[in-house]
């Protein structure tokens, strides 16, 4: 093997183990970064002032262990909130090692 096979060879591994385990604990939603994903979506919004904010997130490592809980019940159920003005969804992953995805909802009661 010379030296251009190694070299070929080295990259299609690293290339591989990027695919395969690159993508270990991911957000789920919107778009993801190789490295480092942050992001924040906004999923509805009346437009409408609110007293109230609450945020609950899931979180998972390696892609094995995943907790949390950051249902829209909960998240009503935990605030008070009867009316809801604005929900946004954030992500955060960094090298597949570790993501999270927290929903925030505003509202009055």
């Known amino acids: ?3 251009s ?3 070929n060879l080295h990259f299609r591994l690293l290339i591989l183990s990027f695919l395969l385990f690159g993508t270990c604990a991911s957000p789920g939603f919107g778009p993801r970064g190789l490295i480092f994903t942050k992001t924040k ?3 509805y919004g009346t ?3 609110s007293k109230r904010r609450v ?3 899931a979180h998972s490592i390696l892609g094995f262990i995943s907790y949390g809980d950051a249902s829209f019940e909960f998240l ?3 605030s ?3 009316t809801v003005t604005e929900t946004n969804w954030t992500t955060f992953a960094v090298l597949g090692l570790y993501a999270n995805l927290c929903v925030e909802i505003s509202g009055n009661e």
């Open 1 to 3: 093997m010379d030296l």
């Open 5 to 7: 096979q190694f070299k």
């Open 41 to 43: 979506i906004g999923m």
């Open 47 to 49: 437009g409408e002032t």
């Open 55 to 57: 945020t609950s997130c």
């Open 76 to 78: 009503k159920s935990r």
């Open 80 to 82: 008070k909130i009867q």
